[in-house]
């Protein structure tokens, strides 16, 4: 009798680890999720800021010297948010 006690509680104790580890699995299942729909949209606009950054380099070709510093202007920025990108990417 004493066995069967000792057999139910070691059931009751891996029971309990299981549904602990049950649960740890789930919760890094969604936290992949997350992640990658981060990933993927932090991706989007990277490739969105790419592309401005081609129309910028475009737009040097402009001799106002006006226009060429508001493109300059423009170009810093997005270098900005592409390294604010990177940074999170890498994080």
Known sequence: MEALDKLSKKL????KKYAAIESENKRLKETIA???K????????????????????LGNTVE???ERENMRQQ??????EIDKILNTLND
């Open 12 to 15: 009751d104790s891996l029971l």
């Open 34 to 36: 997350t992640q990658i």
């Open 38 to 57: 981060t990933t993927e949209k932090l991706q989007k606009k990277l490739t969105s800021l790419e592309k401005d950054m081609v129309s910028v380099r």
């Open 64 to 66: 106002n010297d006006e």
């Open 75 to 80: 170009l810093d920025t997005v270098i900005g």
